[in-house]
Nanobody, 120 residues
């Protein structure tokens, strides 16, 4: 059974920084890609940033230049460094991963969510 375990939640002032981490644990063949989504109260879940195992990354326009996603393949961990945080970044952030099991079948997994609050 694969699990995604997130960490790094917190409360920061506008302009501050946070780093989120998400580690995939369990038995599997490989991780194809990992990503961070977020969902603010009353809004739909949206993609924030994604990265493939080969290092190709994409960002939502709202976070370009402020957030950086990276992946440590050896640790099965994805990170997201969030700088210059704004109140509108307040949301529950969810880790997402596409993982091949030992039969090379592809599955999607979600983390439990971690709260990021940007407030003065």
């Amino acid at each position: 059974q694969v699990q995604l375990v997130e960490s790094g939640e917190g409360v920061v002032q506008p302009g501050g920084s946070l780093r989120l981490s998400c580690t995939a644990s369990g038995t599997f063949f490989s991780i194809n890609a990992m990503a961070w989504y977020r969902q603010a109260p009353g809004k739909e879940r949206e993609l924030v940033a994604s990265i493939t195992s080969g290092g190709f990354s994409k960002y939502a326009d709202s976070v370009k230049g402020r957030f950086t996603i990276s992946m440590d393949n050896a640790k099965n961990t994805v990170y997201m460094q969030m700088n210059s945080l704004k109140p509108e970044d307040t949301a529950v952030y969810y880790c997402y991963s596409e993982i091949q099991d030992l039969r090379r079948l592809l599955y999607q997994y979600w983390g439990q969510g971690t709260q990021v609050t940007v407030s003065s």
